[in-house]
């Protein structure tokens, strides 16, 4: 059964000076996520991978990206989460000082 409350998930992350151009795993999904906010509070500009070979998304040194897949959603009523298990990756041209943070917000739903 679907729930109506909002799930928080502990933060995740890493710490800016393992960045490199390789695209490293910061997050995976534990359930269907509605709200994904990464911060980037470091001195490097990062770029997100979801498949851990493309850049989908640029971030600048202490810039934030935030998703919400329920914004403008259609046809009405119509449910958009991005998927439990999607992964997330960070890369950039060299390290930095500072983090690099996850957050989420969905719901539990075990059908999905």
Known sequence: ??????????FTGMDAA?????????AAFPYPVSILRIINDSTVFIT????????????????QLDLNSQLNNQPGNHRMLFKKGQQVYAASN???????VVAMYGQIDPTR
């Open 48 to 63: 997100i991978s979801y498949d851990g070979v493309h850049a989908h998304d640029y971030i600048p040194a202490h810039g």
């Open 18 to 26: 393992a960045l490199n151009p390789a695209y490293t795993l910061i």
């Open 1 to 10: 059964m679907v729930s109506d409350l909002i799930q928080y998930t502990p």
């Open 94 to 100: 060299g390290a930095g000082v500072g983090s690099i």
